[in-house]
């Protein structure tokens, strides 16, 4: 039972950005930082073509150079500026992220909405179909998808998704399962709502907010993978770089000059911890707050 | 009043909030007796649940350090370190609350929990399980002794809140605050918890400070009562006085209406119109003021407490005239 | 005038624990959670199901609305069978027959908007016309002030959101609505602020209420009608007024003793029921109220007794009634 309740609805515009969520999370060190290191990304990814070189040409003669004013990280085993090609890894990095990331959020969040609300039969099926997904270890599955399709993009991204898409689905799942049990929900059906009107209206916009996050803290796992595949060959195709792949030639020549494997692992590092302090504060500004409204 | 075990005098509680410092309780003043059994009746938003917190030394984070004083024997509450008040926790104040499932932990056997709150005192494990069974059985448990290894999930609810009270009485406190203790349950529960507590209570002979907005739980079990609202003590009594000879016009319109006190059907139920007031931005005068059938001009300013007679006070102007007829 | 709402030998049951074992082990597989109950309610009236937990009633009307299947039994509303209909077919009575849930916050969808809650009902039955009107209208028949639109369920006092409820229910002016608690978790001072809207607007509307509730010092004032459920079934039945000056059944009496009068020389007259509900999978022989009866015989355990009515349409079932 709440206790007294004002019209403090009316709070000034100023107040409400000072206390919107993007401001709050800024205010944190780590959320301050997660926002930095990813702008970092993100950034590099869009003004990638603005650097002057070209990531694939090749220049035997400025092979293995050593950082400087013309090169920022150096240049690679073919002479190429690895600068440039780490910011058009960043493109493939941010692509297979944000593209696997969102098919698994969709995909998990509509079978496990069906599986959730839907009859007994469908959702052991699914939960069946689920679960086996879910048993494969990851390399494993990536060594056979590929041994099927080839390396590619397309192939890292597939494997993103049958490794995430099973596990949202069944926090989705369980989510839906609870909510269906609400008041609400049932005060919904006994006005005669149809069941699609309450799976839109009712049950996913409650689902949504906790499973953002849950995506979210997942962004770095996929971006390692994708470079992960890529370091083994798995996944995009040289010339193409990955910053897997730039990390796998740094391996290679490591002896000549270690810059290469620097120039690759260093964005894998900048990313994944970047991406995981945005998660981290993300998720502990909305959590309690949800909670609160809830 | 001395001689009291419990006395809360002047006791004022603020919290800080984002439009200011919100005044929860306002110049509190109560007293229980050595063994005497006090209620205390109010709506949501009177305060009650600060006014305990503040007993236990329990309030959250954003309070301000409370104004004022109480004092339990012969210690003041109010800026007590947090170590005598551990001491005097679960030991000589005990409270029970009206979720029997979340004051058990769902993974631990009763037993276990009922032992576990024994901790200051010497003995063996065998001497606190002899001492739990004794007192689920007090409490009137059927197969105390076989159902102490059960978990709470495996009782029902009327079960459950009276092995709370077991474990709030098993050591033997000199206060018990009983929190909402029958609001969860079914009226015919409640009429059995209501007659345990007061079985009990003379058994051990402890103190009792009773909340509920349950006006016939109030009547049936308490010597005293005292009105609360919106943080402050409008009137307080002997439960007798109250009950037939309310003085403040917010405990003769919560009186009026009890649907349990119209004896005749009515069409229409009476209530209290209007809302609570803004706690940050009090009001001036009486406190009631906006809601009062009977304000006049003078209700601008503060009330005094009056006394309508020794032992009966209401803090209003009219609490001399506004007789029953 | 003939019944709006008749409920037939209604039996609902729900399958209990594991099957398999069960079966093995002779017991019950399932609880019975309302059994043999039958009722009618006139249109434009109020009836009251009372009863404590476990006594079924909100199982009950539940099942009225469809939200829950029958095992046995039928109810018709306004002449026609509505128990066991598909779920496109109750769309239909849906729109008669609306519910108010017994949590008030909990029972508003708490993403949405005061606004978009009360414009669902004309949504889902495709009213949408002039639907801004129609929903100031609907906050002010409750009285709330416009601006209450724009709050969502968590901004909203437990009076205000059973309010807002109300309104829902009686969006599309149904012929009946089913009130389950309405004054649960409210206040005493404000409690009949809700019922008298809820009079108000049986006035205005002509709509009939089932009214659930454990607190019978609110039936006194609002039912014409009631019934007391114990372990799913009715024990006693008729007119309010009737049951409140000569209660016979044993456990109504307890009951009425039992919600307690603000009145401290009240005390000597309590009537205690013994111990608690039993459980539903181990139902008591005979009378199953036997065993916290203070005033059983030796038949109460062997055998169930049968109804009885009394000239004037009260019905009760006990061996040794008051």
Not at chain 1, 9 to 38: C, H, K, N, Q
Not at chain 1, 46 to 55: M, N
Not at chain 3, 134 to 162: C, N, T, W
């Amino acid at each position: 039972m709440s206790d007294q309740l004002f019209d403090s609805d009316r709070v000034s515009a100023g107040a409400r950005w000072r206390d919107s969520t993007f401001m709050r999370i800024v205010r944190e060190p780590m959320g301050a930082l997660g926002i930095f290191l990813v702008a970092l990304v993100v950034l590099g990814a869009l003004f990638a073509d603005f650097t002057g070189y070209s990531p694939i040409k090749l220049a035997m003669r400025d092979r293995f150079l050593d950082p400087s004013l013309a090169h920022l990280l150096g240049t690679d085993h073919l002479g190429r500026d690895l600068f440039t090609r780490v910011l058009h890894g960043a493109r493939i990095a941010l692509g297979v992220a944000f593209i696997a990331t969102g098919i698994s959020f969709i995909g998990g969040l509509v079978l496990g909405m069906i599986a959730g609300y839907g009859p007994r039969w469908l959702d052991s099926l699914l939960l069946l179909v689920l679960d086996s997904l879910r048993s494969f270890p990851t390399v494993m599955l990536a060594l056979a998808l590929v041994t099927l399709t080839g390396p590619s993009l397309s192939a890292v991204v597939l494997v993103v998704v049958i490794a995430n898409l099973p596990s949202y689905a069944r926090v989705v799942r369980a989510q839906t399962m609870a909510l269906k049990a609400t008041e609400f929900v049932l005060s919904a059906r006994s006005l005669g709502a149809r069941s699609w009107r309450i799976l839109a209206v009712h049950i996913m916009p409650n689902l949504v907010g906790p499973l953002v996050i849950i995506v979210a803290m997942d962004i770095p796992v996929v971006i390692t993978i994708e470079a992960g595949m890529s370091f083994l060959g798995l996944g995009v195709r040289p010339p193409t770089p990955s910053w897997g792949s730039i990390l796998n030639d740094g391996y290679a020549f490591i002896r000549e000059s270690s810059w290469p494997a620097i120039a690759g692992g260093l964005p894998i590092i900048i990313a994944t911890l970047g991406f995981t302090f945005l998660g981290e504060t993300l998720r502990d500004h909305l959590d309690p707050r949800l909670r609160q409204d809830g | 009043m001395s001689g009291n075990l419990l006395d809360i005098s002047g006791l004022s509680v603020a919290f800080r909030t984002k439009r200011g410092p919100l005044k929860a309780l306002r110049n509190v003043s109560l007293g229980v007796g050595k063994g005497e059994i006090v209620g205390i009746i109010g709506e949501s938003g009177c305060g009650k649940s600060t006014l305990i917190n503040s007993i236990i030394g329990l309030l959250p984070a954003n309070a301000e350090k409370p104004s004022g004083h109480i004092r339990f024997a012969d210690e003041e509450i109010v800026g007590m370190p947090e170590a005598r008040l551990q001491q005097l926790r679960g030991e000589r104040i005990t409270t029970i609350f009206q979720d029997p499932m979340t004051a058990l932990n769902p993974v631990l056997s009763i037993g276990t929990q009922m032992t576990a709150i024994q901790y200051r005192r010497t003995g063996s494990t065998a001497e606190k399980r002899r001492r739990a069974i004794e007192f689920l059985e007090k409490v009137r448990m059927p197969d105390a002794r076989s159902r102490l290894d059960q978990y709470p999930h495996q009782f029902s609810g009327g079960m459950r809140q009276r092995i709370c009270i077991a474990m709030a009485l098993l050591t033997e406190p000199d206060l018990l605050i009983a929190d909402e203790p029958t609001t969860a349950l079914d009226a015919t529960l409640e009429v059995q918890v209501i007659r345990l507590i007061r079985e009990l209570q003379r058994d051990i002979g402890c103190s009792v400070l009773f909340i509920s907005h349950h006006l016939g739980a109030v009547a049936e079990l308490c010597e005293r009562v005292a009105i609360m609202y919106a943080g402050e003590v409008v009137e307080h009594g002997p439960v007798r006085d109250i009950f037939r000879d309310p003085r403040h016009p917010y405990t003769r319109k919560l009186l009026e209406c009890d649907p349990g006190r119209v004896l005749e059907p009515l069409a229409r139920l009476p209530t209290i119109g209007g809302e609570l007031p803004d706690l940050v931005r009090l009001p001036q005068g009486c406190i009631f003021e906006g809601r009062c059938p009977d304000r006049f001009a003078r209700c601008r300013e503060r009330p005094p407490v009056e006394t309508v007679r020794p032992g009966h006070e209401a803090a209003c102007y009219k609490a001399r005239e506004l007789v029953n007829p | 005038m003939s019944p709006l709402l008749e409920v037939s030998d209604v039996s609902i049951r729900f399958p209990a624990g594991n099957r398999i074992a069960a079966q093995l082990s002779g017991q019950p597989d399932f609880i019975e959670a309302v059994s043999g109950v039958s009722f009618a309610l006139e249109p434009q009236k109020t009836y009251a199901l009372v009863g404590e937990s476990g006594s079924g009633k909100t199982t009950l009307a539940r099942s009225i609305i469809g939200l829950v299947p029958l095992h046995q039994g039928r109810i018709t509303f306004a002449g026609e069978t509505i128990s066991n209909l598909s779920e496109s077919r109750l769309r239909r009575v849906r729109r008669d027959i609306a519910m108010i849930f017994q949590d008030p916050v909990g029972s508003l969808s708490p993403r949405l908007k005061v606004r978009s809650i009360l414009a669902e009902p004309f949504k889902v039955h495709g009213e949408t016309a002039e639907l801004e009107r129609k929903i100031a209208r609907l906050l002010a028949d409750v009285g709330l002030p416009p601006h209450f639109a724009e709050r969502y369920p968590h901004q909203l006092s437990g009076g205000q959101a059973r309010r807002v409820s109300v309104a829902r229910a009686l969006a599309l002016r149904p012929k009946l609505v089913i009130a389950d608690e309405p004054t649960a978790g409210l206040d005493v001072s404000i409690q009949g602020d809700v019922l008298n809207l809820m009079h108000d607007l049986q006035a205005r509307y002509g709509t009939a209420f089932l009214m659930i509730t454990h607190n019978l010092n609110v039936v006194r004032h609002v039912a014409e009608r009631m019934a007391v459920m114990y372990l799913g079934r009715i024990v006693e039945e008729g007119r309010t007024a009737a049951i409140f000056k000569t209660p016979r059944h044993r456990y109504t009496t307890a009951l009425l003793s039992a919600n307690l009068k603000p009145d401290p020389d009240a005390a000597s007259q309590i009537i205690e029921a013994e111990g608690e509900t039993p459980s539903l999978i181990k139902r008591p022989s005979g009378c199953e109220f036997h065993p916290r009866c203070s005033f059983r015989l030796p038949v109460c355990i062997e055998r169930a007794p049968a109804e009885q009515r009394t000239a004037a349409d009260h019905r009760f079932s006990c061996h040794n009634p008051a």
